[in-house]
């Protein structure tokens, strides 16, 4: 069955720099986009981006662009999400899903929550 | 990116049926399939409806969604207390090199 496996939770300092990643199985990995979605504490669902595994082409939400890096490692079904310059409002949980391109996403992952503080 | 337009609260009685609504655009609802998930607290979101209308297996027939131009409705008939959740309807947008686009989310009550 599809599984989207996470890393584990973080803590970081304001300024530092964060990786998530998502390990994929069950399914042909290159058929799927990789989206990362976040979730800050009480609120909505925030698309920040996808990485195409077939060929590593990437697009990134406005609010993140410059700040943030997707990329993926086709040998081991794995893609990553780096966040750079954290601040104290990125805490929160981010997901890891996949969709096909031009659909929404069908299976998530289990989360890895990021928490900024000094 | 904007977001889809969905009320941020919903109710019902255990047995009812209650809908929610979804609202986008031309360049997202109106070309591109409505999917339902729901979220328990702490939790992931977990698909619910697909494609418009298509129910991933083990997701009860209590659960039911539709499109129509650029507005979606998931419906959940025979209302039940572990119905209790946030509701969350996406899309695919074609504009600025395409991304999945949610609503705001719906908090459910059984009351």
């Known amino acids: 069955q599809v599984q989207l496996v996470q890393s584990g939770a973080e803590v970081k300092e304001p300024g530092a720099s964060v990786k998530v990643s998502c390990k994929a199985s069950?399914?042909?990995?290159?058929?799927?986009?990789i989206h990362w979605v976040r979730q800050a504490p009480g609120q909505g669902l925030q698309w920040m981006g996808w990485?195409?595994?077939?060929?590593?082409?990437?697009n990134y939400a406005q609010k993140f662009q410059g700040r943030v890096t997707m990329t993926r490692d086709t040998s081991i079904t794995t893609a990553y999400m780096e966040l750079n310059r954290l601040k104290s409002d990125d805490t929160a949980m981010y997901f890891c899903?996949?969709?096909?391109?031009?659909?929404?996403?069908?299976?998530w992952g289990q989360g890895t929550l990021v928490t900024v503080s000094s | 990116q904007s977001v889809l337009t969905q009320p941020p609260s919903a109710s019902g009685i255990p047995g009812q049926r209650v809908t929610i609504s979804c609202s986008g655009s031309?360049?997202?609802?109106?070309?591109?399939?409505a999917y339902w998930y729901r979220q328990l607290p702490g939790t992931a979101p977990k698909l619910l409806i697909y494609?418009?209308?298509q129910r991933p297996s083990g997701v009860p027939e209590r659960f039911s969604g539709s499109k129509s131009g650029t507005s979606a409705s998931l419906a959940i008939s025979g209302l039940r207390s572990e119905d209790e959740a946030n509701y969350y309807c996406?899309?695919?947008?074609?504009?600025?090199?395409?991304?999945?686009?949610f609503g705001g989310g719906t908090k459910l009550t059984v009351l």
């Open positions: 899903a996949r969709s096909r391109s031009g659909s929404s996403v069908d299976s």
């Open positions: 069950g399914y042909t990995y290159t058929g799927y986009y």
């Open positions: 990485v195409n595994p077939n060929g590593g082409g990437t």
């Open positions: 031309s360049s997202n609802l109106g070309i591109n399939y």
């Open positions: 494609r418009n209308d």
């Open positions: 996406a899309t695919w947008d074609d504009s600025l090199s395409g991304y999945v686009i």
